[in-house]
């Protein structure tokens, strides 16, 4: 059997979140991890994501990308979910518990995700306008009807479903988005739980080698 390429994923070669781990191929880096995956990762600047070749790979002129062989993806939930189907440890082997972490992963991207990107829209795009002051408190309470549903689903547990899986992963990294905010403290078995995620050996690495892209320091150890 020929070996398995190796894949290749696309990040920015200067993150606006100066590598606090936000960017979205931040994800995918830690599903490599989790799955002991080795991969390469290509630079791109923000008018190079913009030009016909890497608009080939990705046509909203976004990252990250991935590139396997003849495979190429977009969208960090389905790399994410291509990664999960092929490698073990981030999905159950139970068809049902299986299907449970797929759900959690849809969750995390389309019912807890909008309202906290509405925030980060509303805070860095909006600040000068009229309705700011009007508008920030609406949004902001738009998040805590969600986390307040989440964090009665999740109670005591440790993760969403049982074990640890992508469910918890996308989740995770979802509402890392928050910490920022103040918003997500007011939930602590919410806070403990991104606490859980961010103490996993897998996503300290894939932490560190994204923090290595901004600060052109590579991670040792």
Same mark, same amino acid.
């Given at each position: 059997?020929?070996?398995?390429?190796?894949?290749?994923?696309?990040?920015?070669?200067?993150?606006?979140?100066?590598?606090?781990?936000?960017?979205? !191929?931040?994800?995918?880096?830690?599903?490599?991890?989790?799955?002991?995956?080795?991969?390469?990762?290509? %630079?791109?600047?923000?008018?190079?994501? *913009?030009?016909?070749?890497?608009?080939?790979?990705?046509?909203?002129?976004?990252?990250?990308?991935?590139?396997?062989?003849?495979?190429?993806?977009?969208?960090?939930?389905?790399?994410?979910?291509?990664?999960?189907?092929?490698?073990?440890? %981030?999905?159950? !082997?139970?068809?049902?518990?299986?299907?449970?972490?797929?759900?959690?992963?849809?969750?995390?991207?389309?019912?807890?995700?909008?309202?906290?990107?509405?925030?980060?829209?509303?805070?860095?795009? &909006?600040?000068? *306008?009229?309705?700011? *002051?009007?508008?920030?408190?609406?949004?902001?309470?738009?998040?805590?009807?969600?986390?307040?549903?989440?964090?009665?689903?999740?109670?005591?547990? !440790?993760?969403?479903?049982?074990?640890?899986?992508?469910?918890?992963?996308?989740?995770?990294?979802?509402?890392?988005?928050?910490?920022?905010?103040?918003?997500?403290? &007011?939930?602590?078995?919410?806070?403990?739980?991104?606490?859980?995620?961010?103490?996993?050996?897998?996503?300290?690495?894939?932490? !560190?080698?994204?923090?290595?892209?901004?600060?052109?320091?590579?991670?040792?150890?």
């Amino acid at each position: 059997m020929p070996p398995q390429p190796i894949p290749v994923i696309t990040v920015f070669e200067r993150s606006p979140d100066r590598g606090k781990g936000l960017a979205r !191929d931040m994800r995918v880096r830690w599903a490599l991890e989790e799955a002991g995956q080795a991969y390469e990762v290509r %630079l791109v600047s923000f008018s190079a994501m *913009k030009e016909p070749a890497h608009r080939a790979l990705h046509p909203f002129g976004q990252i990250p990308t991935y590139e396997e062989g003849a495979l190429t993806l977009f969208e960090s939930g389905a790399i994410v979910f291509h990664i999960a189907e092929h490698h073990a440890g %981030l999905l159950p !082997d139970d068809a049902n518990a299986r299907a449970r972490a797929i759900t959690w992963m849809f969750a995390a991207l389309n019912t807890i995700e909008p309202p906290i990107l509405d925030l980060q829209t509303t805070r860095f795009q &909006e600040a000068d *306008k009229a309705w700011y *002051k009007q508008r920030l408190p609406i949004v902001e309470d738009r998040i805590r009807d969600r986390l307040r549903e989440l964090s009665d689903r999740l109670g005591n547990a !440790d993760w969403l479903d049982g074990a640890f899986s992508a469910g918890d992963l996308m989740m995770v990294s979802v509402l890392l988005r928050l910490k920022a905010s103040g918003l997500l403290g &007011e939930y602590p078995n919410l806070s403990a739980y991104v606490a859980r995620g961010e103490a996993r050996p897998a996503y300290k690495r894939a932490f !560190d080698a994204q923090l290595a892209v901004f600060t052109g320091n590579p991670p040792t150890g």
